[in-house]
C-alpha cells in the first residue's frame, strides 16, 4: 500500500539550476507532508513541511507547493549547490496519527 | 541544536540473540517513535509512544519486538530473537507533536548474521 509514492529514483541537475522532486499520495486525510534529506550512514534532516491548508512554504533556498486536488507536492531547491547531493524523501502526517509515511527517496546529484 | 542519540552505531549479533537498541531523545519532546530501513528500501513505520505506552505499531512490530522508557530519558527497541530480515538500519525519532517537530536520530545499522 503505497500511499506516498516518489516515481523518480534520481535526479541530476546542474549546479545553480533548479532541482524539483516530485511526490504523489493517495490518502486525502494526510495533514501535514514534510521533505527530508538523507546521506548515507546518518538518519533522515527535517528540510520543511507544509500543512494540508497551505500551497506554498518557503525557507530560503527550499520551497515546497502543494496541490491538493492532484495530490501532488513537490520541493523546489534553487540555486541548487553541490551540497544538495542527497536522498530526498517526501513524507506525510495522518490527522489521526502520529506517524510519517515515506515515499521511496529521489537521490539527487548536483555536478559542480 | 538539540539532537537524537542513538547507540550503538553498529550492532553485529547472531541470529536467535536478542539485540537492544538504545536512544536518547530530545528531552522536552513527548512523542517517540522507531523506523527502520532495510537496505535498498523506503523508510518504514514500527512504533510509536506516547505518555508510556505504544499508541500505534506496524505490521512489522510483531511479539518479537517491545519498547520501553525506563528511566525518562532513554527509548529502547527490543528484539527478541532476532531474524537475518531484522538487518536494517533503526532510526528512533522524537516530536513535540507539531507537524514539523520531528527528530531522527543518526540510526544503529543491525547486521544479524
Known amino acids: 500500500d503505497q500511499q506516498v509514492k516518489q516515481n523518480s529514483p534520481s535526479l541530476s541537475v546542474q549546479e545553480g539550476r533548479i532541482s524539483i522532486l516530485n511526490c504523489d499520495y493517495t490518502?486525502?486525510?494526510?495533514?501535514?507532508f514534510l521533505w527530508y534529506k538523507k546521506y548515507p550512514a546518518e538518519g533522515p534532516t527535517f528540510l520543511i513541511s507544509?500543512?494540508?491548508?497551505?500551497d506554498k512554504n518557503e525557507d530560503g533556498r527550499f520551497t515546497v507547493f502543494l496541490n491538493k486536488s492532484a495530490k501532488h507536492l513537490s520541493l523546489h531547491i534553487v540555486p541548487s549547490q553541490p551540497g544538495d547531493s542527497a536522498v530526498y524523501f517526501c513524507?506525510?502526517?495522518?490527522?489521526?496519527?502520529?506517524?510519517?509515511?515515506f515515499g521511496q527517496g529521489t537521490t539527487l546529484q548536483v555536478k559542480p | 541544536e538539540p539532537e537524537v542519540t542513538q547507540t550503538p552505531s553498529h550492532q553485529v549479533t547472531q541470529m536467535g540473540q536478542e539485540v537492544i537498541l538504545r536512544c536518547v531523545p530530545i528531552?522536552?519532546?513527548?512523542?517517540f517513535y522507531w523506523y527502520r530501513q532495510i537496505l535498498g528500501q523506503k523508510v518504514e513505520f514500527l512504533v510509536s509512544?506516547?505518555?508510556?505506552?505504544?499508541?500505534?505499531k506496524s505490521e512489522i512490530f510483531d511479539d518479537q519486538f517491545s519498547v520501553e522508557r525506563p528511566d525518562g530519558s532513554n527509548f529502547t527497541l527490543k528484539i527478541r530473537s532476532t531474524k537475518l530480515e531484522d538487518s536494517a538500519m533503526y532510526f528512533c525519532?522524537?516530536?513535540?507533536?507539531?507537524?514539523?517537530?520531528?527528530?531522527f536520530g543518526s540510526g544503529t545499522r543491525l547486521t544479524v548474521v
Open positions: 525519532a522524537s516530536s513535540s507533536g507539531t507537524g514539523d517537530g520531528y527528530t
Open positions: 490518502n486525502s486525510m494526510f495533514d501535514y
Open positions: 507544509i500543512s494540508s491548508i497551505k
Open positions: 513524507a506525510a502526517i495522518g490527522s489521526n496519527t502520529g506517524k510519517l509515511i
Open positions: 528531552s522536552n519532546h513527548l512523542y
Open positions: 509512544f506516547y505518555n508510556n505506552e505504544i499508541s500505534e
